[in-house]
Each structure stands twice: as structure tokens, then as C-alpha cells.
């Protein structure tokens, strides 16, 4: 259902459903309400149908929600700059997957089991490949490089994303508010926790931890393409990113 192409219009009346309006409304109703919430029956209730007119689309919730997960992610964005711009690539490419997790932060808890991906998924991997395609990177490192750059966007976004009010959700705030808490309340046993609450911000332009990690990310990728570059048995320092502004 994800690879097929779609069915060419056909005259006489429209079908009263179609897989695309299923999938619409379920993101709909999980970008409303979560994940848990959409089932074959509550995205039914929302046509007026029976679950049973949703199965002569969909088989079930498992091919439904991949469907949304394709949907969801959409095609990637086209990255600007010339051949040689792969960090500035890179990065766009990263913000472009916080924008699509905090639109649909549903995608993370969806995104996180093995499965056959969609047309959408696999074109935002070959986004990221094609940013170092002019590198000198193997194509191994290559792909490794852009799954820790997705992995910083995913695990960094489980802190920031809302979630909608649910069983056992709670916003970033007060997990923050709690977790601090009870390292001030243990303080003997998380010295270095409560150190880390407590200090003063540094002077100067800080960066947040999405930023921070793409950088930490972009660093490492430059100084295994520096080193690719001065051939083997050379190590080289990659090149200083430019500070902001």
C-alpha cells in the first residue's frame, strides 16, 4: 500500500472514502489526541462508518499507521548550496526532521520499531546521503553519519515535543521542574547533577541542545572527511566551524 501507485480517477460518482481521507483524518486525530487514540473504529466514527468500510481500504491499524508515518514525514525539503556546502546541507536537513517531529510528535513513538519504510522515509535518507555524496566519506560512513545526526534530532525532540494530554504525558516543563526536584531533594547522591542545575550561565551566545548536538555531529563528520582527504596514516584537525553571526 505505501509503494502502489494511485488509482487513476475513474468516472461516476465519487467513492464515499479513499485511503488518502482515512490516512488524513487519522494523523488528524493523532496530532490531536496521540498515537493510542487512533483505531479502526475512532477514525470510522469520524466518517460515520462502520469500522468494517474502513477494511475495504485498510486492512488494519498496523497498515494504517504507516501509511500515516509516510504521509506524516512527507518529501524532504531541497537542500540549498552547492555540491561541496554539505554541512550547511546537513543541517537544514536535521532542523527540516525537528520541524516534521514537533508537527507530528506522534512519529516518534511511531517511527521507533523495525518495519518496511514508504517512498517519503527512504527519500529523507537519500536527502541526507546525496549532502555527502561530494565527500571523500565511504559510503558506509556516510550512512552511519546521517543515523547519529537523526538520532540527536529524535532524542533531543522527546524533550521538547508537546504531547497531547494523555495517560501518563507530561510536557518537558514539568518533567524538567520534577527531575530537578528530586535532584535537590537526593543532592548527596547527584553531586554532579545538582552542580550542572546550579551553575550560572556561561557569558556569551549559548547554544541549545538541538544545536549543540548538530554541531558536535557536523564537527566529527568534518574530521573524518579531513582525515579521508589526507590520505591514510595522517590525522588532521577538521576545519574551525565559523562562530554564529
Sequence with gaps: MLWKESPRARRGPRPALSVERIVE?????????????????????????????LYRYVPGKAELVDLMIDRGLGPPPVLAGDKDAWRAKLEQWARALWDVFHRHPWALEATQRLRLM?????????AGLGALASTR??????????????GHVRNTAQFSVTLPRGRG?????????????????????????????????ESGAREDTL?????MVLDGIATRIAEREAGPGTRRRAPARKPPG
Design 137 to 150: 566519506l565511504s559510503l558506509e560512513a556516510q550512512r552511519s553519519a546521517c543515523l547519529v545526526l537523526l
Design 211 to 215: 544545536t549543540f548536538g548538530i554541531q
Design 118 to 126: 514508504g517512498p517519503h522515509e527512504l527519500a529523507w535518507l537519500e
Design 169 to 201: 504525558n507530561v510536557s518537558s516543563g514539568q518533567w524538567g521542574a520534577a527531575t530537578r526536584t528530586l535532584i535537590q531533594d537526593h543532592a548527596e547522591q547527584y553531586p554532579r547533577l545538582l552542580a550542572v542545575l546550579s551553575a550560572p550561565p
Design 25 to 53: 483524518a487519522a494523523i488528524a486525530l493523532a496530532d490531536e489526541q496521540g498515537l493510542e487514540a487512533v483505531s479502526m473504529e475512532r477514525v470510522a466514527s469520524g466518517f460515520r462508518f462502520t469500522p468494517m468500510a
